[in-house]
T-cell receptor, first 110, second 116 residues
Framework: QKEVEQDPGPLSVPEGAIVSLNCTYS??????FMWYRQYSRKGPELLMY????GNKEDGRFTAQVDKSSKYISLFIRDSQPSDSATYLC??????????FGKGTTLSVSS | GAVVSQHPSWVICKSGTSVKIECRSL??????MFWYRQFPKQSLMLMAT?????????EQGVEKDKFLINHASLTLSTLTVTSAHPEDSSFYIC????????????FGPGTRLTVT
C-alpha cells in the first residue's frame, strides 16, 4: 500500500459547483497536511496548510483533516474555470520531507 | 513574496554529458532547499534536502554521485546531473522553506530535462 493515495481523476465539473478532493494515507505519524495546486509544466503552489486534525478555511477553499480515518479533503466552493489544474495533497511527519499524492486533475467548464 | 526561481526552464543535453540546474529564492533567505523529480502523471518524489553550508541529505535510492547538490548560499542551490542518460529525463523541481514558517515550502517553476 502506498503511503498516500489520491484519485487522479480527471474530475470535470460545471462552473459554480462545489468540488471535493480527497486523499487517504497509511502513516499515522503524519502531522502536517498540505494542498498544492499545479498548472501544467509549472511548479506546485501552496494552497492550504494544516497541522494535525481539524478544518481550515481560506476564501473559497476549505481543508479538512480526519486523523482517525487517515483522510484529508479539500473543498472548493463556487468553482471557477481558473481553478482548472492538478491538485496535489502532501503530508509529512516533521513538516519538511513531504510525501505527495499523484494529484487529481480538475477541469471546471464555463 | 516567497518567490523561487529555477534556471533553465528547459534543457536538452546529450547522453553522457552533465547539466546544472539552479534554484534561487528571490526575496527571502532559504536555509533549507529541496529537490524533487516528477515523471509524467506521477507524484513529486523527494530526491534530497539541502541546507546552506552543509552536505545534502539524499533519499533512499537516489545516487549522490550522479545528482550533485550544492547549497552555497542562503539564496542559491544547484543540482548537477552528471553523465546524464535518457532515463534521467524528467521534470526537476526545487522548493525552499518560506520566511514565515519552516514548514511551508515554496516551489520553483521546474526544469524540464530531456536527455537524447
Amino acid at each position: 500500500q502506498k503511503e498516500v493515495e489520491q484519485d487522479p481523476g480527471p474530475l470535470s465539473v460545471p462552473e459554480g459547483a462545489i468540488v471535493s478532493l480527497n486523499c487517504t494515507y497509511s502513516n499515522s505519524a503524519f502531522q502536517y497536511f498540505m494542498w498544492y495546486r499545479q498548472y501544467s509544466r509549472k511548479g506546485p503552489e501552496l494552497l492550504m496548510y494544516t497541522y494535525s486534525s481539524g478544518n481550515k478555511e481560506d476564501g473559497r477553499f476549505t481543508a479538512q483533516v480526519d486523523k482517525s480515518s487517515k483522510y484529508i479533503s479539500l473543498f472548493i466552493r463556487d468553482s471557477q474555470p481558473s481553478d482548472s489544474a492538478t491538485y496535489l495533497c502532501a503530508m509529512s511527519e516533521t513538516g519538511t520531507a513531504l510525501i505527495f499524492g499523484k494529484g487529481t486533475t480538475l477541469s471546471v467548464s464555463s | 513574496g516567497a518567490v523561487v526561481s529555477q534556471h533553465p526552464s528547459w534543457v536538452i543535453c546529450k547522453s553522457g554529458t552533465s547539466v546544472k540546474i539552479e534554484c534561487r529564492s528571490l526575496d527571502f533567505q532559504a536555509t533549507t532547499m529541496f529537490w524533487y523529480r516528477q515523471f509524467p502523471k506521477q507524484s513529486l518524489m523527494l530526491m534530497a534536502t539541502s541546507n546552506e553550508g552543509s552536505k545534502a541529505t539524499y533519499e533512499q535510492g537516489v545516487e549522490k554521485d550522479k545528482f550533485l547538490i550544492n547549497h552555497a548560499s542562503l539564496t542559491l542551490s544547484t543540482l548537477t546531473v552528471t553523465s546524464a542518460h535518457p532515463e534521467d529525463s524528467s521534470f526537476y523541481i526545487c522548493s525552499a522553506t518560506g520566511p514565515t514558517s519552516s514548514y511551508e515550502q515554496y516551489f520553483g517553476p521546474g526544469t524540464r530535462l530531456t536527455v537524447t
